[in-house]
Every structure is written in C-alpha cells, then in structure tokens.
C-alpha cells in the first residue's frame, strides 16, 4: 500500500515521487507521479504533481539526490495532477529554468475551459447533465494550483533536435549535456513529451502509458501505440532499464517493463477489435446510437481486464466517444443524443 508522497530511490540520483488515484466521492485530486534526478550538478524534476504535501515530498527528495547548484523543471503536458507547484522552479534559490509544452499552455491557463470541452463531446454518451458544473467542481480540487513561474519557458523555443537512442530516432530537446532528453510523443494529449534520463537508464512515460486507449478529446491512438511501441524497443535494445509513469505506483524493470508495454498494445488491438464488432452490429445504415455504444464499450473493457488510471464511468464514456472515432464514425448533429455514423466512403456518380 503506497501513500501521497512516499519516495521509491532508484539510485543514489534518482527518485520517484508517488502521487495518488483520484478519488471524486471524497473529494480528492489524483495527483502524477515525479520524478527527481540530479544529472551532474543540476537538479531535475519531471513533473511536480498538485497539493502542499506533495510539494514537501519533492523538496525532501530533491535533498536526498543532492547536492545541486542549479535546476531544471520538465513538464510532460499540461493535465492538472502534474503542474500544480511548477512554480517550484523560482524558489530553489539556485538558477533554474521550467519548460512545457507549447500545445497545452492554453489549457493550463484555462484549465476549466478544457475541461468543459472534454465533458460536452461525451455529455449523451455519458449521461452528463452538467457538464460545465462538473468541469468546474473536479477543477476545484486541486489546490494549490501554480502552473507558471517567472522561468516558465515553452520547449518549442528552443531548437529541435533529432535524438537518436540505440535504434529509435526522436525528435525533441536534450539538456544537461545530453543527459536528459525530452521526446516528443503527443499521444495522450497534445503536447505530451516523454523523458529518458540517461545514466540511470530510466525511460518515464508520464501518462503516455495510462491505458491502452486515450481518454482526452486531443488524445491520438497512433501516437500512444506508436510510443509504447518505441519504448519496448529501447528496453529490448539495452538503451533503458527502467519504466516509470504517471499513474503506476511502482518501478518495472526490463523484461518486465516489455511485457507491461506489450500487455497494452495487445489490449488496444483488442479493444478496437470489440469496438468494431460493437459499431458494426449497430441498426440499419451503420448508424450508432453512442449511449448504447459507450455502455456495452464499458463491458468489454471489463471483460478484457483493462484498468489504467482513475477508472470511472466519465473516463470509460471519453475512451468510448475516441474509439467510435477511431473507427470512422462521426455524430450526424450536435445534438447530445447525435447517432453515429461513417461518412460515405464514395463519391456521387457524375451525372449522365
């Protein structure tokens, strides 16, 4: 049983910051696992999670991999559970710098308006009657929420590199003279990165590895595939050792972390699978009713062992609303109780 900030030390350098599920019944944020590395003499912390005692739990680790005398803060994307004390980066009383990804600035100022967006798209699927006032009340969760600081820079400002590690070409940033490098993947969400810490060989996936079907209305399914993909290589290639993530309160290690990476490209290929059966037993016409979709979705989730993280209903009806989209279909009107259906797949015939 693990518990909001314990620390798991990886080596003498390194350490992960666990965070905790979300719990909306007892009004209580989930919050990201962090990483915490020195590389050289630079502080670095991969995501800060959200809450004043997750706060406490960073600064602890940050003296147990020490000593530092500058810092660099790396955001993996924009999601609330992983910036809440990003401003950390201006009080650590050395130099330091905070990057993130430019894709999700505009939800990190306006994270209520994010969330509004992600609860319409499912609101007849889900059942949702309010979705403004849900967005609005799960928002209010996480506290404190400081996102910026006065170091807070996009990665995008600097230049992209191509990174090559063993047989995997990336493109994104590397800092501390090549020891951490920071991977575009964009599964997830929009301006999702992933980080490989070099010398302890520690591949974090932040929430790239959730589930094996994305939840956000700016998740994109190739992209998740695609780096869980690259990631088994690197580990069957020798180039990591270590698998890390937001969600997974626990470090795996080579052939085992294969074998997780394996186990969700599987389940997505049978996820898709049972949502193609799903769609294609729909009424006449191919038409789709989401609601009835997103219920029968939810049990072959079950049926097939799918967990990931934060498990509920809301999130299950996101990951049902991608996956109808996946296939091909689309709403037929705005309305919420829109059916579904694939847009023709041929022209009109000219006339004559």
Avoid at 165 to 180: L, M, N
Avoid at 186 to 207: E, K, M, T, W, Y
Avoid at 210 to 228: E, H, S, Y
Wanted: aromatic share 4%; glycine share 12%.
């Amino acid at each position: 049983m693990t518990a909001l900030g314990d620390l798991i030390e990886i080596d003498d350098r390194t350490v992960l910051v666990l965070g905790q599920e979300l719990d909306l019944g007892r009004g209580q944020p989930d919050v990201a696992n962090a990483l915490v590395h020195r590389a050289g003499d630079t502080l670095v912390l991969v995501d800060t999670g959200v809450t004043e005692s997750f706060r406490a739990a960073l600064l602890e680790a940050a003296g147990r991999v020490g000593p530092w005398s500058r810092a660099l803060v790396l955001t993996t994307h924009g999601h609330l559970d992983h910036v809440g004390n990003n401003d950390l980066a201006d009080g650590l009383g050395v130099p330091a710098e905070h990057c993130v990804p430019a894709p999700d600035v505009a939800q990190m100022r306006d994270p209520v308006g994010y969330w509004v967006r992600a609860f319409e798209r499912v609101a007849g699927p889900a059942a949702l009657t309010d979705p403004a006032g849900t967005a609005a009340r799960v928002v209010a969760l996480f506290r404190p929420m400081r996102p910026f600081g006065e170091t807070t820079r996009t990665y995008e400002e600097r230049p992209p590199e191509l990174i090559r590690i063993g047989p995997i070409r990336f493109t994104g940033w590397t800092f501390a003279d090549g020891a951490v490098r920071v991977l575009r993947s964009q599964g997830h969400c929009a301006g999702h990165v992933i980080v490989h810490l070099r010398d302890p060989g520690v591949l974090h996936l932040s929430d790239e590895g959730n589930g094996p079907c994305g939840a956000m209305a700016d998740a994109d399914q190739l992209k998740i595939r695609t780096v869980l993909g690259s990631a088994a290589v690197l580990f069957e290639a020798g180039e990591a050792g270590l698998l890390t993530d937001g969600h997974t309160f626990a470090v795996r290690r080579g052939a085992e972390a294969v074998s997780h990476l394996d186990r969700l490209l599987s389940q997505a290929a049978a996820l898709e699978e049972a949502g193609l059966g799903l769609a294609g037993a729909a009424g006449p016409g191919g038409r789709v009713d989401a609601s009835a979709f997103t219920a029968r979705f939810g049990r072959a989730v079950a049926d097939l062992g799918i967990g990931g993280a934060n498990p509920n209903a809301l999130f299950t009806a996101m990951m049902a609303v991608n996956q109808l989209r996946e296939l091909g279909l689309r709403p037929e009107s705005d309305a919420v109780d829109a059916l579904w259906s694939r847009p023709p797949s041929r022209s009109c015939k000219p006339d004559g």
